[in-house]
């Protein structure tokens, strides 16, 4: 089991807000597919009318989407949703926004009503503090903070945050706008104004400098959400400081058996890698940033039976230094050593190996 702020959870797994998170049937699915949490679709005093189409693929990992808040009224979640879920066994957080006087009327209705814990998202994130320093003072259940990826000097404010007594913080949400273009009409994909915010595998290593910012500066737990759609990626989001994997594009894109596999591909990279827990591996990589003008010296190391000799390393060098003809070539002379020909190798059959480290 995996601990919450007190709530036990099946699996470190929490689906962010989203489509998948539209009403209690659903979340339940999501639940029995191996999600340890689900956030509702956010409640507002107002129900949303999106605009149609509010949705579209961007790449084969990623979305854009310019949907808004919950198309429920809040009496449908406090009265009918939230009871469910919680006769369910669900472990339900509420997402509630956007405003202070939005907040300050529906917190105490959803936490009586049976949320396990509170997720607050406002779009001026400035308002996030008073939200936070209201709700505490309203309910009992622990209460999350949900920030946008573009604040400023992002470590400093979760500080103010946990000083304002917020229990967690879900590091980020969507980044935008963004939008894409029918080049047959030349109209936007997404109706309404057009513009939408981007999710998914593209917004990886966004997310990842966000949570690495925040974990330098709080020590609450944070779920990372942006980007996750492999075992791998949830690795990175730990190493990076998160305590929970949050998943929003993911099922919706593959399906909500993709959770299971998610969960199970985690795990086998943890033992794989010799972490016990995710404790172990949470934030390892802060021991390993380093001055910034700091060099690491390497050489490469080629496996030819592991070689398909695809090609790759030598299209994408830069400088023409790579061969590979009968056997694998490397001008020294001409090399950068960059590292892309490595990175980009489908089966390490080019690795780099560190050899020391120089300062220029």
Same mark, same amino acid.
């Given at each position: ?38 956030? &509702? ?147 936007? +994909? +997404? ?57 929003? &594009?993911?099922?919706? +894109? ?15 990279? /943890?033992?794989? +890698? ?37 090609? /790759? ?16 070539? /490397? ?18 059959? /080019? ?10």
């Amino acid at each position: 089991m995996y601990n919450l702020l007190g709530v036990e959870l099946k699996s470190p797994i929490i689906i962010g807000s989203g489509p998948l998170s539209y009403n209690a049937e659903s979340m339940k699915r999501l639940s029995d597919a191996g999600a340890g949490a689900v956030v &509702t679709k956010t409640i507002r005093k107002e129900r949303a009318i999106n605009p149609a189409p509010h949705m579209v693929k961007s790449t084969n990992s990623s979305l854009i989407n310019n949907e808004k808040w919950t198309d429920f009224e809040p009496e449908r979640w406090i009265d009918e949703e939230i009871p469910k879920l919680k006769e369910m066994g669900v472990v339900t957080i509420a997402s509630v926004g956007h405003t202070l006087e939005e907040s300050s009327e529906l917190v105490e209705k959803v936490a009586k009503a049976g949320a396990d814990i509170i997720e607050l998202v406002s779009y001026d994130y400035t308002d996030l503090i008073p939200i936070v320093k209201d709700t505490k003072k309203r309910v009992s259940i622990p209460v999350i903070a949900k920030l946008p990826p573009m604040i400023e000097n992002i470590g400093d404010f979760c500080k103010e945050l946990e000083e304002a007594g917020v229990d967690a913080i879900t590091a980020c949400d969507s980044v935008g706008p963004a939008f894409r273009i029918d080049i047959e009409t030349g109209k936007p +994909l +997404l109706g309404g104004n057009g513009f939408g915010w981007l999710t998914g595998e593209v917004i990886k290593p966004i997310t990842l400098h966000k949570i690495y910012e925040i974990r330098r500066k709080v020590n609450v737990p944070i779920i990372g959400l942006g980007g996750c759609m492999t075992g791998s990626d949830a690795v990175e989001m730990v190493m990076a400081g998160a305590n929970f994997i949050g998943v929003c &594009t993911l099922p919706i +894109l593959r399906g909500e058996a993709s959770l299971g596999k998610l969960f199970n591909d985690f795990k086998a990279h /943890l033992h794989r +890698l010799g972490y016990n827990s995710i404790d172990e591996a949470c934030g390892i990589v802060h021991q390993y940033m380093g001055d910034i003008n700091e060099r690491t010296k390497f050489e490469f190391i080629y496996d030819e039976e592991k070689c398909t000799r695809c090609n /790759l390393c030598v299209k994408v060098c830069a400088y023409k230094a790579r061969t590979l003809n009968e056997t694998m070539e /490397l001008d020294k002379e001409e090399c950068r050593y960059c590292g892309l020909c490595a990175s980009v190798c489908p089966t390490k059959a /080019l690795e780099v190996h560190e050899l020391q480290k120089a300062y220029n």
